[in-house]
């Protein structure tokens, strides 16, 4: 196919990403109570709002880190999704006691380093990076932090780049429990690139990076800080985190207290089609395959690939760049791979002729 990106996938859309920090100032907590609880409804409902647009995770740093109390990561198709986002967090009760003391800017690309063993890209600090369309996971514990290489660097043959990226490739291999997200932000911000590791144990991300240091890559490592712990929670708990004289520590929900997205009209995904939309902060792609309807993650955990634009069988979905199948009426479990695992469902239901996905576990049955 002309065009086509290495691994035989069509080219993706390129994303924006950013990571901004936010600080409390302490005269928050002196608010009466039912000031605050006026500001943490009103910042729900502005996240909330900018969810419609892209994928929002919300983490807070509070005890962790002195300088910043919560962080937002967001990921869009356009800049002005960043701004309009601001200005609502900023337009809320709690927006006169924010600062931001760190704001992260930069976008995805195809990195030039190539993991022999699997022909995949990898990106300044040994993770895959081949996606240009981020898909963030459900790990507790994020660590973020800006990446600067040296000039010299960029003047060493290729061949002896991907020498040392080879190294870090097979060192990042090692620890399977932590997936790494690489962006890119060469002419957009001061570094050059962000980096964001996932993972529920923090051991193996700190044995991960005393390793790496070990690596002659780590040479050509101008900067890697400031660096952040972020704890991954809801928009909710991420506000009671902050504390306050009577306020209630936060709890988490059980399962995913998100609510109801209004994606579509019912009349707009007749049987056989289906479309991508956003619901609480995520992407999701919505079928109605044989006249019930089904909300899934909107690209393939494989390859990443956009679903809604896979050809459905019955109830069975092909992922239109690497074959994968998955059963929707099944939870979408696989039927057949190489995808390792199955995209995760929401909860999809109809109110007065529109459709809305819940982040909350998919039911049993489908929507008829």
Known sequence: MSGA?????????????????YKVDPAWRRLPAEARE???????????????????????LVGIRGDADFMLWQISDGLEAFQE?????????????????????????????????EREPYGPSGGPSRRLRLTPGTAKYLFVYPFVKTRPWYVLPAEERQRMMDVHIRVGRKYPTVKLNTTYSFGLDDQEFVVAFETDEPGDFLDLVMELREAESSLYTLRDTPTFTCVATTVRGMLDALGAPGDALATEPEGDARGWTRVAAVDDVPPGAATTAYAGGEQVAVFNASGRLYAIEAHCPHGNAPLAEGSVDGTVLTCPWHGSRFDLACGAEIVRGPAARPPRTYAVRVVNGAIEVSLAQAPARAIP
Do not use: C, H, I, W
């Open 85 to 117: 986002a601001a200005t609502r967090l900023l337009s809320t009760g709690l927006g006169p006691y924010l600062s931001t003391p760190y704001s992260y800017l930069a976008m995805t690309r195809k990195s030039v380093y190539v993991d022999k063993t």
């Open 5 to 21: 990106a290495d691994n035989g996938a069509p080219p993706a859309t390129r994303q924006y990403v950013q990571f901004v920090f």
């Open 38 to 60: 006026a500001a943490k409804r009103e910042v729900e409902e502005a996240v909330a709002a900018g969810s419609e647009r892209m994928q929002v995770r919300p983490y807070s």
